[in-house]
T-cell receptor
Framework: GQNIDQPTEMTATEGAIVQINCTYQTSGFNGLFWYQQHAGEAPTFLSYNVLDGLEEKGRFSSFLSRSKGYSYLLLKELQMKDSASYLCAVLDSNYQLIWGAGTKLIIKP | GAVVSQHPSRVICKSGTSVKIECRSLDFQATTMFWYRQFPKKSLMLMATSNEGSKATYEQGVEKDKFLINHASLTLSTLTVTSAHPEDSSFYIC??????????????FGPGTRLTVL
């Protein structure tokens, strides 16, 4: 079956760095997405990786290793507004988006 | 750019009634639109994919006759929950993509609709 694993919840301190991991087992791979979702709101796009390596976008970076079925989202200089759920999603060989359950990130002052 | 709106944002209805949710792409033509359902503290569940002018493709387990999807134009898709019951209460989210077929890196989400069925 297809599976996306990410931690259920993480806690970090304002100003610090946090890494949210995602491992996947899917039938084929056409890219991996990270979305941010605040409570009661729809997801917003953060990043898309289809090749191995690190993609940096401001305070957020996303890394992909296709051979390991692994990705992480790195958030630097954490701000209180970064408190949200972070969803990992993989596009499989049929171009179906398989969603992880999300990681709830709690930022403490 | 790439704004998707949903209406209404919240709706409360009585059991047995039908509810229509609209999803609009405001500044681009959405060749493909997707409807998701999300339960509290759970991930997104794709319900159906709709392409403009054709019938929606429903995911396994989603009742076509209960969740009617219409994608009549390149900027509007509607989801009608027919004969709603309390178990249909959920957060419904649409997304739109300017590309045909599958989901690519340009997928823009609407703000979601909170449906509560009494």
């Amino acid at each position: 079956g297809q599976n996306i694993d990410q931690p259920t919840e993480m806690t970090a301190t304002e100003g610090a760095i946090v890494q949210i991991n995602c491992t996947y087992q899917t039938s084929g791979f056409n890219g991996l997405f990270w979305y941010q979702q605040h409570a009661g709101e729809a997801p917003t796009f953060l990043s898309y990786n289809v090749l191995d390596g690190l993609e940096e976008k401001g305070r957020f970076s996303s890394f992909l290793s296709r051979s390991k079925g692994y990705s992480y989202l790195l958030l630097k200089e954490l701000q209180m507004k970064d408190s949200a759920s972070y969803l990992c999603a993989v596009l499989d060989s049929n171009y179906q988006l398989i969603w992880g359950a999300g990681t709830k990130l709690i930022i403490k002052p | 750019g790439a704004v998707v709106s949903q209406h209404p944002s919240r709706v409360i209805c009585k059991s047995g009634t039908s509810v229509k949710i609209e999803c609009r792409s405001l500044d681009f033509q959405a060749t493909t639109m997707f409807w998701y359902r999300q339960f509290p503290k759970k991930s997104l569940m794709l319900m159906a994919t709709s392409n403009e002018g054709s019938k929606a493709t429903y995911e396994q387990g989603v009742e076509k006759d209960k969740f009617l999807i219409n994608h009549a134009s390149l900027t509007l898709s509607t989801l009608t929950v027919t004969s709603a019951h309390p178990e249909d209460s959920s957060f419904y989210i649409c997304s739109a993509s300017p590309k045909a077929g599958g989901i690519y890196n340009e997928q823009f989400f609407g703000p979601g609709t909170r449906l509560t069925v009494l």
